[in-house]
């Protein structure tokens, strides 16, 4: 009995001894290195080094090999913006960032650009006016307004002419009072229209656009719009840009694409700016192009392009020389429904073809997938606006097609013309 004691006090002093021993070596370790790790570097030629090495039975430091850069590529370490190198309007912006201030300050700043539109068309059969409102947005300081041809949809006959005894006002935020409004010209395509008022001694400001913003999906992006009673308060809405090129379909067959997001565009917002978080206009909304009324889906056309456009109908009341093929594609889910069961090679598949035009007359036809564009490929995710823009009206052009009917390959000469509302 006494000989199994004395082992058992021999045993934990032992392991006092150890753990004593232990808890100096680690305090040593921290005190040498904070995090217990030394790093060293070694080359890639010292790596595959098959020289044996001594390992010392009592460590003094716990060691890593890392590979330099000649046997591993690593990812350099993010590293945080130095404040004190920002320009005065980033340190503006970072600063209302943090305490809260930001979205409250691009809507200050944007504001006095939106305008308020109300159309009123008198009717000799009615005591009662048609009205409707909208938005709009100030383009130069001279009194053009930008806004969307929805605003002015009550307003148009069958050939989009404005009706007689039509009455348009844009009310600005600065004054009590509106002012009447010409209208000097709109696109149907794109759904922009230029109006122009007299400003007087009110000083009107322009709103700040960006002509080639850098968009990403996911992008946080604001609706602003006029209030729906046309009075001092506005409303601003927020979402997230949805796509970027996302065609939408007129009744004649025409193809735009628009920027989507899911930020609400109000009852009144139609014609509003869609803007980023610098604050400037990067597309102008278009409440038409909504596909159902509960849609929370909302589109705009993108500056680059509505500015364009506002600047050919202000010089000519028209946009020249935009080339039209007269076809409908399907969007890309649905084509590749379509792959999916019949194995179609990848293209665009036309889904419709208007009577006359430079499509018809060059027999391409319902159900034809168009797989190339002067032997160039034509991928099924790219938008057939995309490849209109890079030719005038009056090229001709070589149209690749499969035709399901017989599963064969033809190349069609095309001849486009120009589009015209």
Excluded: C
Excluded at 169 to 188: C, H, M, N, T, Y
Excluded at 258 to 284: C, F, K, Q, W, Y
């Amino acid at each position: 009995m006494k000989f199994r004691t004395s082992n058992a006090i021999a045993l934990i002093a032992v392991g006092l001894t150890a753990a004593f021993a232990s808890s100096l070596l680690t305090s040593w370790l921290f005190y040498r290195d904070p995090f217990g790790l030394t790093l060293t570097s070694q080359s890639a030629s010292e790596t595959l080094d098959d020289t044996p090495t001594t390992t010392n039975l009592v460590p003094t430091m716990v060691e890593i090999t890392v590979p330099t850069t000649a046997t591993l590529e690593t990812q350099p370490a993010p590293t945080l913006v130095d404040p004190s190198i920002l320009g005065d309007a980033a340190k503006e912006q970072l600063a209302q960032l943090i305490n809260g201030t930001l979205v409250q300050s691009l809507y200050e700043r944007i504001s006095p650009s939106v305008v308020g539109i109300r159309v009123t068309v008198e009717s000799a059969d009615s005591a009662t006016p048609l009205t409707d409102r909208g938005s709009g947005l100030i383009y130069k300081a001279d009194g053009l307004i930008l806004t969307s041809t929805d605003v002015l949809g009550i307003a148009m006959n069958r050939y989009g002419e404005l009706l007689e005894n039509t009455i348009i006002q844009v009310q600005v935020a600065s004054e009590s009072e509106p002012f009447v409004a010409q209208l000097i010209g709109k696109d149907r395509l794109t759904g922009v229209a230029v109006l122009s008022i007299e400003p007087g001694l009110t000083k009107l400001q322009p709103a700040v656009f960006t002509y080639a913003p850098t968009l990403k999906v996911g992008q946080h992006v604001f609706f602003v719009s006029y209030p729906d009673d046309l009075i001092e308060s506005g409303s601003m809405t927020s979402g997230l840009i949805n796509a970027l090129h996302e065609p939408i379909q007129l009744e004649d067959g025409t193809t735009v694409e628009m920027i989507r997001s899911d930020a609400p565009i109000l009852t009144n917002g139609g014609g509003g700016p869609l803007i980023n978080l610098a604050g400037e206009v990067i597309a102008l909304s278009s409440s038409s192009q909504l596909t159902d009324t509960y849609d929370s889906l909302s589109y705009a056309m993108p500056s680059s392009a509505a500015l364009s456009v506002a600047d050919s109908l202000i010089s000519q009341g028209f946009v020249a020389g935009r080339a039209w093929l007269g076809v409908a594609v399907l969007k890309d889910e649905s084509f590749e429904e379509l792959q999916a069961l019949y194995h179609f090679p990848d293209g665009l598949y036309v889904s419709h073809v208007i009577e006359d035009s430079p499509a018809y007359i060059a027999d391409i036809r319902r159900g034809d997938i168009i797989t190339a564009v002067n032997d160039k490929a034509v991928d099924k995710h790219q938008s057939l606006a995309s490849i209109l823009t890079q030719h005038a009206a009056g090229d001709q052009i070589n149209v690749t097609v499969y035709r399901r009917s017989n599963g064969k390959s033809l190349t069609l000469k095309v001849y486009l013309k120009e589009y015209v509302e």
